[in-house]
């Protein structure tokens, strides 16, 4: 049901352009809310996004977040939704791939998500309100082999997420991180690390997901209604959960298992 325009949220969606963003921001417009696209990319399904603005951000960048508040005071005069999604894929083995990697996926995964904040957590403790959706994982949940700073960065987005949701509390800003599994989308091909092996099995795993990014909007719009501080939108994401919470010995040998196939994939195609 579309919101009455007098109820319309403000919402800035980074990464909006395509993908996981892109199915947000489709969700929040239905509402009737306004949506700003923040992105280096122009939308890939224009018609999905119609109705939203765009500003060019680049996460890494104080001067694009800068010039992102700057828009946002100037049009809106305030921001009810901050939805830092913008991220890339990465991982690999820790003997394979290079600090420079380290450093990039820290710099867009982590860092990005920690500047969006920065930003915008002074207007919305100067409203009194707010919510701010942070985009980890499932990765920042459970931890598979051969994704190492994937996982390490997704992980510190969820922790980083509880600390300032009880952090800001007293000010009304509430503070959801958002726990997907793999999902159908075009991250696969931004998946461009040194070690091959894993960059085909992450990319595998994306591509034969049963969960498109439309799906997995609506089950994060519905736990952003509820308030939840930890979103975990599929079923097969939070049966990954259970099992590593309540049946240890299973989930690890299941983690072993996969660092094994891992092992035999690259003998294999060493030999090939």
């Keep these: ?34 949506v700003v696209i923040a992105d280096l990319q122009p939308p890939v ?16 960048s104080d001067g694009d977040w800068e010039a992102a508040l700057a828009w946002v005071e100037q049009h809106w005069g305030g921001l009810d939704v901050l939805v830092n999604n913008a991220g890339i894929a990465a991982g690999g083995r820790i003997d394979v791939v290079g600090i420079d990697e380290w ?10 998500v920690v500047r969006g904040c920065r930003t915008f957590v002074p207007m919305m403790k100067a409203q009194g309100s707010g919510h701010i959706v942070n985009t980890a994982s499932l990765a920042g949940l459970v931890h598979p082999p051969a994704m190492g700073s994937y996982t390490a960065v997704k992980a510190g987005v969820v922790a980083l997420s509880e600390t300032l949701s009880y952090e800001l509390d007293p000010f009304g800003i509430l503070v959801s991180a958002v726990c ?39 089950a994060v719009m519905a736990g952003i209604d509820r308030k939840r501080m ?31 196939r891992i092992v035999a994939l690259t003998a294999t195609e060493e030999k090939a």
Excluded: H, W
């Design 180 to 218: 997907p599994g793999f999902v159908r989308t075009p991250l696969a091909s931004s998946i461009s690390g040194s070690d091959d092996t894993a960059n085909k099995i992450a990319a595998r795993l994306i591509e034969k997901s049963p969960y498109t990014a439309n799906q997995v909007a609506r």
């Design 45 to 60: 399904e224009p018609t999905l996004v119609a109705g939203a603005d765009q500003i060019r951000l680049d996460v890494t």
């Design 103 to 112: 450093q990039r996926v820290i710099d867009i995964n982590l860092l990005g």
């Design 230 to 260: 930890v979103i975990v939108p599929d079923r097969t994401a939070r049966i990954a959960v259970l099992t590593k919470r309540t049946m240890r010995p299973l989930y690890d040998r299941q983690q072993r298992a996969f660092g094994a």
């Design 1 to 34: 049901m579309t919101r009455p325009a007098k109820d319309a949220r403000r919402v800035l969606v980074t990464g909006g352009a395509s993908g996981l963003g892109a199915a947000f921001v489709a969700a929040f417009l239905a509402r009737g809310d306004r």
